[in-house]
């Protein structure tokens, strides 16, 4: 026979017909069925004849008896059977589902036959011995059989041998015994042999006594079991066939089923026994063939179906047996079958449910709890993505709905790759931002948040003089420097707040906005083009930053701007754009000290509100258009520091009422100053200065009695007198005519510019003195009137009054006489230049008060005589001073001034050289001889 291993000690299990001897065995060597202590031999269990309760001699009591009968109570569903392995003879055969089966002992046992009377004994016994001899042939097919993987629903059979075993009989409803130990559910077996012409049937009680032993495997001892069954049957004849007395009989199933026996008998010509109720045995006979299958099938499942109840018994056939099996459950388990919900127990379906609930209510809770943190004020429903029309699309994260609605096509991983400004911001936006914003489409304070954060990151944030309530939990509107009206911003001034980085295209945002002032800073890059979708501004101030690039001709969208100033950041280039006409609310225009080319864009022309237009330091060409006379609101014309050319238009005579600032220096205008310019009486400030400017100035200029600033110095071809006519300019603060052609005297009337703080006629050809009204200008600070070969006299002692005085250069003259000790009064006097003259004398003591004087020079006056003056060589501030190439003699050592041989600055020049020096001196850094040909460093 055929050895199967138990498996996982599983206590339910299928049997055969030959386990019944086994498991009766058992029960004769124990009182408790449930108990596992009570497993006797396996040899013990060989001996014992296979009946379903205890022989005559050693029969059980009746309270085990009633135990048992409680035990086993009604029998169980059936588990069906299903094809899919096949017996030795080639017929499919039912297999066991894979995950029951793992879970039951396999039990091998020996199938036999009994008949009603000891005549048939023989041919048992003999038929035992043929199905011996066979199993030993086909031993080794059946262990690969029996052993392989079954699928769900099968039942495995034995071969000749008649061995049947099913291997998922373990209840899945498990029950407890009344000791408190669980006991599987038990299944009940039919076992028919056709060449017997007998079936059998094993009820539940058996198979769990059964269980408890252990099955020989050998054949040879199988033989002998089977003998010695044959010999216990033939001492207890009765315990096959007992229909009565039995212990476990029930009347009223004794009626129904012996009914059944007889109409088996008679329709099939087979015989069955019962017992209790539940059919034990039936023989046919040998001469039918063709009906008892299917004859003995039905009275079996009709028998088991009448002890089981509602539950369906499965009976099936494989090589000459008829096989029937159901479980064999009690009522408790029973009642745990039918009380389900949907296949499941109701408990476990009610402790999902509450399962469920307990999770469903603590998520509201979370989800109540993070709206409640949405917003500080009020609460805010949770935000949603916008339904896609892939339903297996992943959900997007917080951060990726966000950039659907502030970033709308930007791809937010390129972002983050990058570590940009735009990725941090959505970061912070979506995980830091203490207000927790609801993500809604449309939302204007969401999408003015995300452009300030990406400010703040591009700019470094936090590195700013004051970035006070930035990227705080309170709306934007309270961030210092930002200016809200219905809670979207109007202006955002960071003026010289020291923001370092680029200008994000985010700014273009902020549609509401009125004013952008970021200037003073430096902020770095081009001007992003989406500042031209700031449509509601008016005013947009991007000046001294390090902005390079062209000014973007998306410029030319923002209808409304009144005011625009880049100037101070020297990398903008290119032509200025043509859309710039097109800002015909622009009433100030600010483009300079930047590297703009080529020509002044006509367009420019037609913005008649403009007031005030600064395109100087930049390398604009061309002519100047006439057409900028037609700016009749203009009052500041700033074209400085081009190269522009040709000559003045006489047409900006025309801005006589407005004009008050004009600018047209360091360009190369050639031709006369027009004298049209006499009719800009508004005008305070006129500079023509470093030009190629011909002819005279013009006497009309003396009617522009609101001018302060007069500068037509550098002119080389600025020929004639000064105007006397200047003399009427009493609001004149500067007069620089320097370095020009100018001839004749000066005027006397320059005496009467009591306002006068510089002057400056250095470098002309000027002839005649130094007017003494020039002692008349209290508030002058500068004066530089050196460089005139043609100015002759002495230096008026009146100059002395110039108490404000801080530069006074008279070098490079003609002057003669000695210095006047009233110098000596200008103790503001931070430089003093009387070199080049033919002065002669002393140098006045008085020199000594010039307490703040850095700067001294006298060289070239061959005429000075004398020793430096002890108090002049007291003045500690000194740094450099010239006494070279005149007739000074004694020594310098003990000049204060000398101290000061260490700064880089200092310069001392004297006569300490030659054969014979006329002046020692230790601290001198350059000596020349007495006539001052040859001077050399020391």
Request: charge should be negative; hydrophobic fraction near 35%.
């Amino acid at each position: 026979m055929e050895e199967i291993d138990q498996q996982n000690g599983s206590r339910s299990s299928s049997l055969s017909i030959s386990n019944v001897g086994e498991e009766q065995g058992q029960k004769k060597n124990g009182d408790n069925d449930d108990d596992p202590a009570t497993a006797i031999d396996p040899e013990q269990a060989s001996a014992t004849p296979a009946v379903l309760e205890s022989t005559p001699s050693r029969g059980p009591d009746p309270d085990s008896q009633a135990k048992a009968r409680a035990r086993r109570g009604r029998a169980a569903a059936v588990r069906p059977g299903a094809s899919g392995m096949t017996t030795d003879d080639g017929n499919a055969q039912p297999q066991v589902p894979t995950r029951v089966a793992s879970q039951v002992p396999a039990m091998q046992g020996k199938a036999f036959s009994h008949g009603e009377n000891d005549d048939n004994d023989t041919n048992i016994k003999a038929r035992a011995r043929r199905q011996s001899d066979s199993a030993n042939k086909d031993r080794a097919r059946r262990q690969e059989s029996v052993g392989e993987e079954v699928k769900p629903g099968a039942v495995s059979v034995g071969g000749d041998d008649r061995n049947v075993n099913v291997r998922n009989i373990r209840s899945r409803m498990p029950r407890k015994s009344s000791t408190g130990s669980n006991a599987g559910a038990s299944a009940t077996t039919v076992s028919s042999d056709r060449s017997a012409g007998k079936i059998r049937i094993a009820s539940g009680s058996e198979r769990k006594s059964a269980s408890k032993s252990s099955i020989p495997a050998s054949v040879d001892a199988n033989e002998e079991e089977f003998a010695d069954i044959s010999n216990e049957e033939e001492e207890h004849p009765d315990a096959w066939n007992k229909k009565e007395g039995h212990p476990d009989a029930s009347n009223g199933n004794e009626s129904g089923e012996g009914e059944k026996a007889e109409a088996v008998e008679r329709t099939t010509g087979a015989t069955m026994e019962e017992e209790n109720g539940i059919l034990l045995e039936a023989e046919r006979a040998p001469d039918i063939e063709a009906a008892v299958n299917d004859a003995v099938k039905k009275a079996v499942e009709e028998t088991l179906r009448s002890q089981l109840g509602q539950h369906q018994p499965q009976v099936s056939e494989s090589q000459g047996h008829v096989i029937a099996t159901a479980y064999d459950v009690d009522d408790e388990a029973s009642e745990e079958e039918e009380d389900k919900l949907w296949g499941i127990p109701r408990k476990v379906c009610y402790t999902l449910i509450a399962f469920i609930v307990a999770v469903a209510i603590a998520a509201a809770a979370a989800a109540a709890v993070i709206l409640s943190k949405k917003d500080d004020d009020k609460s805010v429903p949770t935000p949603t993505a916008a339904p896609t029309s892939n339903p297996t699309e992943t959900p997007l994260s917080d951060i990726e709905l966000l950039a659907r609605v502030v970033l709308p096509g930007v791809d937010i991983f390129n972002l983050n790759e990058t570590a940009s400004p735009q990725f941090l911001a959505l970061e912070w936006l979506a995980y830091d931002d203490p207000r927790n914003m609801p993500i809604e489409e449309d939302s204007t304070e969401l999408v003015e948040r995300f452009s300030l954060a990406t400010l703040y990151y591009a700019t470094e944030g936090l590195y700013w003089d004051d970035s006070l309530r930035w990227l705080s939990g309170s709306t934007h509107c309270n961030w210092n420097f930002i200016t809200c009206e219905n809670g979207s911003v109007v202006a955002m001034d960071l003026t010289e707040n020291y923001l370092i980085g680029t200008l994000p295209p985010q700014i273009g945002t902020l549609r509401n906005a009125r004013g952008i002032f970021l200037g003073g800073n430096l902020i770095m890059g081009s001007i992003p083009t989406e500042v031209g979708l700031l449509t509601s501004a008016t005013s947009l101030q991007l000046w001294e930053n390090l902005l390079e690039g062209t000014l973007p001709t998306e410029i030319g969208n923002l209808s409304r701007l009144e005011s625009l100033g880049v100037s101070q950041n020297g990398e903008l280039f290119g032509l200025v754009p043509s859309e710039i006409g097109l800002l015909t609310s622009l009433t100030f225009l600010q483009l300079w000290d930047n590297s703009f080319d080529g020509e002044l864009p006509i367009e420019i022309t037609r913005l008649q509100k403009m007031t005030s237009l600064g395109l100087s330091g930049n390398f604009f060409e061309g002519t100047i258009h006439t057409d900028l006379a037609m700016l009749t609101d203009l009052d500041n014309l700033q074209l400085f520091d081009n190269s522009f050319e040709g000559p003045i238009p006489s047409e900006l005579g025309l801005l006589s009422d407005t004009l008050s600032d004009f600018g047209l220096s360091d360009n190369k205008l050639n031709g006369a100053i027009p004298t049209e310019i006499g009719a800009l009486t508004r005008l305070s400030v006129l500079w023509l200065n470093s030009n190629q400017l011909q002819s005279t100035l013009p006497t009309e200029i003396g009617n522009l009695r609101r001018l302060t600033s007069l500068n037509a110095g550098t002119n080389a071809d600025l020929a004639g007198s000064i105007p006397t006519e200047l003399g009427r300019l009493s609001l004149l603060t500067y007069l620089n005519l320097a370095d020009c052609s100018l001839t004749g005297s000066i005027p006397s009337e320059l005496g009467d510019l009591k306002d006068l703080s510089l002057l400056a006629l250095y470098a002309n050809a000027l002839q005649s003195t130094l007017p003494t009204e020039l002692g008349n200008l209290s508030l002058l600070t500068i004066m530089n009137m050196g460089v005139n070969i043609g100015m002759v006299g002495s230096i008026p002692a009146e100059l002395g009054s110039l108490s404000l005085l801080t530069f006074l250069s008279l070098s490079s003259d003609s002057l003669t006489g000695t210095i006047p000790s009233e110098l000596g009064s200008l103790t503001l006097l931070t430089s003093l230049g009387a070199s080049g003259n033919q002065l002669e004398g002393t140098i006045p003591s008085e020199i000594g008060n010039l307490l703040q004087l850095t700067y001294l020079s006298f060289w070239g006056n061959t005429g000075l005589t004398g020793t430096v003056p002890t108090e002049v060589g007291q003045l500690e501030s000194i740094t450099t001073a010239y006494f070279h190439s005149t007739s000074l003699t004694g020594g310098l050592d003990d000049l204060a001034f000398c101290e000061n041989d260490d700064s880089t600055d200092f310069l001392v020049w004297s006569d300490c050289g030659g054969a014979v020096p006329e002046i020692t001196c230790e601290c001198c850094t350059v000596c020349c001889d007495s006539n001052g040909a040859n001077c050399f460093t020391t």
